[in-house]
């Protein structure tokens, strides 16, 4: 696997060049997504991306399970699926050429460009070890000048024999999008529409709090708690000092937020983050990962975040 070959990473680029975003074949990871020559997403350069880890950066996509096997004992296997799942890790295929309509523009006259990714769960060795439901999983990535639109359709394959269990019980799976926003400082970034939300504090054993305070300002403090939702309208990450930010929106189905940075000591502990690199990001994640979606055979569910530079 060479991740620095052109053939495993996707470009899309608006015909004005106003915008720009970077996609991974490995993991669909989209690692660069830039407005105004501005990089709204965070890479660490620690990082090996040659395959034998999930990025360190960027979008990757958690599915089926978010989280260790510890907290999926006792459901249906599942505590057997690796950490965070597979679709971050395994090799995906492009499955159209990067296409922006013929001038370039949607209906509205906007200019925009999709890339569309597919992973089946055929193509993913070892599966029947560890997950028992055959999926497809397609991904759209759409560039417009200020947004990035990231759509997972999440499909439960109907498996030939209608005898198969794994055909006959719904599909259990969890999905998020663990979006690393660059911001020029973690500190002093605001994290603004979670207000009012219940949420799990994973630094604290998980027990359950009341967001009182709106906007989030992490001051160096750790964070990994869950919002519990439901699905907020937007959640503004803004750079401060006037500087803008990025606004996450996503789809209802999507109720709960993962708000993450691991601050300077556990940081410190982690191989592929460059020195200093918990400074330059904090980790807003919409997604469904309290509790299981149940999904029958031959339907298909559709998590979509969008990212919109202000
Ligand atoms: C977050 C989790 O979403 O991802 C954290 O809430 C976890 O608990 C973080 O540490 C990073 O996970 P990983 O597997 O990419 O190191």
């Not at 502990?269 to 460059?274: E, P, W």
Request: hydrophobic letters at 35%.
């Amino acid at each position: 696997l060479d991740l620095s070959s052109e053939d495993s990473i996707v470009h899309l680029s608006l015909p004005s060049g106003s915008a720009t975003a970077d996609v991974l074949l490995f993991g669909a990871t989209v690692i660069s997504f830039k407005t105004g020559q501005k990089e709204r997403l965070f890479l660490s350069s620690a990082c090996p991306l040659d395959g034998s880890s999930a990025v360190r950066g960027g979008i990757p996509l958690i599915f089926p399970v978010f989280g260790p096997a510890s907290d999926h004992k006792d459901n249906h296997g599942l505590e057997k699926v690796p950490r965070h799942g597979i679709a971050r890790t395994a090799m995906w295929k492009l499955r159209s050429e990067v296409g922006a309509k013929e001038d370039g523009k949607d209906d509205s006259g906007e200019e925009q460009v999709t890339a569309s990714f597919a992973l089946s769960s055929k193509d993913v060795k070892g599966i029947a070890g560890f997950y028992q439901w055959p999926f497809e999983l397609e991904y759209d990535v759409t560039l417009t000048s200020t947004t990035l639109t990231t759509s997972l359709h999440i499909t439960h394959v109907a498996s030939s024999s209608s005898s198969s269990s794994s055909s006959a019980e719904p599909m259990r799976f969890q999905t998020l999008q663990h979006t690393y926003l660059h911001v020029p400082s973690s500190l002093s970034a605001s994290i603004s529409g979670l207000q009012g939300q219940s949420y799990l504090d994973k630094t604290d054993s998980a027990a359950t709090k009341t967001l009182q305070s709106d906007p989030i300002v992490l001051n160096g403090k750790e964070s990994d708690a869950v919002f519990l939702g439901p699905a907020p309208p937007a959640v503004d990450v803004a750079y401060g000092g006037g500087e803008g930010g990025v606004r996450v929106k996503r789809s209802p189905n999507c109720p709960n937020t993962t708000v993450w940075n691991p601050a300077e000591e556990k940081a410190n502990g982690m191989k592929d983050l460059h020195e200093g690199g918990w400074k330059e990001f904090v980790c807003v994640e919409p997604g469904t990962v309290v509790g299981f979606e149940e999904l029958v055979a031959g339907k298909t569910f559709t998590a979509t975040q969008t990212l919109e530079a202000f």
